[in-house]
C-alpha cells in the first residue's frame, strides 16, 4: 500500500492503493462517490466513464495509481456549489433520456468532453462522440435529443 | 476481475525507462495506454511481475514533421492525437482513416500506437495502413537502437520481434512521394466499437506526368496473421493505368493472396468476398485521390 493523493472533483484525496488497483474501484469504494458506474469491466459500456485532464477514459481499465497529478472528474462534480444540475444533466432530466440510469454518469460525461471540445455539434457528431457509451434502455434517441439541446442552452448562455 | 500483484514504475525519461526494462526484462511489461494489457491481466492471460508505465516519458510522445525525411510518431502517441492530427490527415490519410475506427472515443484517447502494433493482433486497426505506408519502427535499449520495417516486425498473431529488454519508441513514416495517395477501408458487423472482419490500405503513387501507376501497395488485415503485403496486385497494376479490367484482376488476385479463417467475427468465405470488395473499392479511391495532388 502506498499513500497517494488524487485530485477528484477539486479536491484533494489522500487515499492508500495497491497498483492493482483500478480507478473505478478506488473512486467508488475509497473514495465513496459511487455515480461512477461499473459494468463490464473491460472497456466496452462506457459506464465507468470518467474525464482525466478534460479527456474521457474508462477507470475499469486505468490503474488509480498512474492519475497521480491528474486532474479527474466524475459525475459527483458537475452540478456547481448551491446544487443546480449542469445544463447537460437538466437536459437528460426533461428530455426523458433517463431510465435505469445506468449508463446516465458515464453518457454524461463523455457529453461533457464533446461540448467542451465542440460546443455546437452536429448529430453525427453527437452520436460518435457516445458510440463508447452502451445504452439498455432508452434507445438513444432520448440521449442524442438531451446533448443536442444542452448545447443548445449552454452556447446561447455563453452569448447572453 | 482483479488484478494480481505486481509493482509499478513510472520512469520519466528514456535513460530511465531502459534502465528499467534492462533489469526487470521479462518479468516486465510496459504499459502504455492499457486497453489490451490490462485485460489480458484480468483474464490472467499474463501475469507480469513489474509494470513500466512509459506515459510520462516525453521522447516517447507526440508527432513531428521533418521536411524530406518524413514523420516521426512516438509510440505512446494516443490513437486520438494521431486522429486528430491535421498533418497526419494530409499525408498519411490511411493512417487518419484507420485511427478514427478503433474502439470508442475513451477507447482512443488511452490506446497508444505502439500498444497496437506490439500487441500485434491480426484484426488490428492501424498496423494495415502503416505498413501500407512504408512505416518502420525504432526499438531501443540500453544498448541503442535498432530499426526495422514494421511487416518485420510483426511475426503473427501476438509475436513481435520487440527484444526482452527493448521497447519500441518511435515510428518513422517516409515523405509520401509526389503524386500518391493512401486510403483505408474496413468490414465489421455494425459501425461503432466493432473489431474488424477484414481490413484494407491501398498506398498508390502516379507517375510524374500521366495517369499510369507508378508504385503501389495493397495490404490485407485480418486476413492471416499478420499484416498481408499483395505481391500480385502491383505485379498487374505498375505501369498501367487503372482500368476496369485492370482492377476486377487486381481484385481477385488479392482475393486468392488472402489466408482467412473462420472465427466468431466472420466466415472465410466471406472474408475473402470483402477483401474483393474492399480492394476495388479503395484502388478507385486512391487513383482518384491521387491525381487530384
Ligand atoms: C473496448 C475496446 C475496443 C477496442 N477496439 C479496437 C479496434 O477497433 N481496433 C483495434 O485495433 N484495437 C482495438 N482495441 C485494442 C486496443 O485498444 C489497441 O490494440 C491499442 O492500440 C493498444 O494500445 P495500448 O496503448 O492500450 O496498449 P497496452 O495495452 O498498454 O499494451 C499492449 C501490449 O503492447 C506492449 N507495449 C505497449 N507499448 C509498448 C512499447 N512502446 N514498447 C514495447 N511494448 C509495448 C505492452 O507491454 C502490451 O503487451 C480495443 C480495446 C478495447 C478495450
Ligand atoms: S465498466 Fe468500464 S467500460 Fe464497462
Ligand atoms: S438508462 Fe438504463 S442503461 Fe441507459
Redesign the pocket.
Known amino acids: 500500500m502506498k499513500l497517494i493523493q488524487l485530485d477528484i472533483n477539486n479536491q484533494v484525496y489522500e487515499i492508500p492503493v495497491n497498483p492493482r488497483d483500478l480507478l473505478v474501484d478506488v473512486i467508488r469504494k475509497k473514495v465513496g462517490l459511487t455515480g461512477t458506474k461499473k459494468g463490464c469491466g473491460?472497456?466496452?459500456c462506457g459506464a465507468c466513464t470518467v474525464l482525466i485532464n478534460g479527456v474521457p477514459v474508462?477507470s475499469c481499465?486505468t490503474l488509480a495509481i498512474s492519475c497521480l497529478g491528474k486532474k479527474i472528474s466524475t459525475i459527483e462534480g458537475m452540478a456547481d456549489e448551491q446544487g443546480n444540475l449542469h445544463p447537460i444533466q437538466q437536459a437528460f432530466v426533461d428530455h426523458g433520456a433517463v431510465q435505469c440510469g445506468f449508463c446516465t454518469p458515464g453518457m454524461i460525461l463523455s457529453a461533457k468532453a464533446l461540448l467542451d471540445q465542440n460546443p455546437l455539434p452536429s448529430v453525427l457528431e453527437i452520436k460518435r462522440s457516445i458510440s463508447?457509451n452502451i445504452c439498455r434502455c432508452t434507445g438513444y434517441k432520448k440521449i442524442v435529443e438531451a446533448i443536442s439541446a444542452a448545447a443548445k442552452e449552454i452556447s446561447t448562455g455563453e452569448v447572453k | 476481475m482483479y488484478l494480481h500483484e505486481f509493482e509499478y514504475y513510472a520512469p520519466m525519461t528514456a535513460e530511465e525507462a531502459f534502465g528499467l526494462i534492462g533489469r526487470l526484462g521479462s518479468n516486465a511489461?510496459?504499459?502504455?495506454?492499457?486497453?489490451?494489457?490490462?485485460?489480458?491481466m484480468k483474464e490472467k492471460m499474463?501475469t507480469?511481475q513489474y509494470l513500466i508505465d512509459?506515459n510520462g516519458v516525453p521522447e516517447?510522445q507526440g508527432i513531428s514533421y521533418e521536411p524530406a525525411k518524413g514523420t516521426v510518431i512516438g509510440?505512446?502517441t494516443?490513437?486520438a492525437e494521431i486522429e486528430h492530427s491535421s498533418l497526419i490527415k494530409e499525408k498519411y490519410f490511411a493512417l487518419h482513416q484507420a485511427a478514427g475506427?478503433?474502439?470508442?472515443v475513451?477507447?482512443r484517447s488511452?490506446?497508444?500506437?505502439?500498444?497496437?502494433?506490439?500487441?500485434a493482433?491480426p484484426?488490428?486497426?492501424?498496423?494495415t495502413p502503416l505498413v501500407a505506408l512504408g512505416a518502420k519502427v525504432l526499438l531501443a535499449s540500453d544498448a541503442g537502437e535498432r530499426e526495422l520495417p514494421l511487416e518485420d516486425f510483426i511475426l503473427g498473431n501476438r509475436k513481435t520481434a520487440?527484444g526482452e529488454k527493448?521497447?519500441?519508441?518511435r515510428f518513422i513514416l517516409p515523405e509520401p512521394a509526389p503524386r500518391s495517395a493512401s486510403c483505408y477501408g474496413h468490414i465489421g458487423l455494425r459501425n461503432a466499437?466493432?473489431?474488424?472482419a477484414v481490413n484494407m490500405a491501398v498506398n498508390l503513387v502516379l507517375e510524374v506526368s500521366g495517369r499510369k501507376i507508378k508504385e503501389l501497395k495493397l495490404v490485407m488485415g485480418s486476413v492471416a496473421p499478420k499484416p498481408l503485403v499483395s505481391l500480385e496486385v502491383p505485379a498487374i497494376l505498375v505501369g498501367h493505368e487503372l482500368s476496369d479490367d485492370l482492377v476486377e484482376k487486381a481484385a481477385l488476385a488479392a482475393c486468392g493472396e488472402a489466408k482467412p479463417i473462420s472465427d466468431i467475427r466472420a466466415s472465410a468465405e466471406y472474408r475473402r468476398e470483402m477483401v474483393y470488395v474492399l480492394a476495388r473499392r479503395l484502388l478507385y479511391q486512391a487513383f482518384n485521390a491521387a491525381q487530384e495532388v
Request: proline letters at 2%; charged letters at 15%.
Open positions: 473491460q472497456g466496452d474508462l481499465i463508447g | 511489461k510496459v504499459l502504455a495506454g492499457g486497453t489490451d494489457l490490462l485485460l489480458m499474463l507480469p512509459i516517447f509510440a505512446a494516443k490513437i475506427e478503433l474502439g470508442s475513451q477507447v488511452m490506446a497508444t500506437i505502439g500498444g497496437n502494433s506490439c500487441h493482433s484484426a488490428a486497426e492501424t498496423t520487440l527493448e521497447l519500441v519508441s466499437m466493432e473489431i474488424d
